[in-house]
């Protein structure tokens, strides 16, 4: 590998590990997801027909059972809820 790309790879196996080790995903703060839900008044379900994915992936999302998610998907979540992009993303200390 060329010392060009080394501090790239550096970031992305980074972010694969706050994401809990799934590649090309993101963590999703679920409570802040739950809160921004409810002020929009939208139900799971109309915010999964608006993101174009699943009821049930929001609801994995929103219960915490699911903390990642392809970040595409955490963009039109952020869009469609109107909140600036990066809002729903975690971080995972020490990391």
Not at 64 to 84: D, F, Q
Request: glycine content about 8%.
């Amino acid at each position: 590998m060329n010392d060009e790309r080394q501090p790239v790879m550096t970031a992305v196996m980074k972010s694969n590990s706050m994401a809990g080790d799934v590649p090309g995903s993101v963590s999703v703060d679920g409570p802040l997801l739950v809160a921004y839900l409810r002020r929009s008044g939208l139900s799971q379900a109309a915010l999964a027909r608006q993101v174009a994915c699943s009821r049930q992936m929001i609801h994995l999302l929103v219960s915490g059972k699911r903390s990642s998610c392809t970040p595409a998907m955490v963009a039109s979540i952020e869009r469609v809820l109107g909140v600036a992009t990066g809002t729903l993303l975690t971080t995972v200390a020490g990391r």
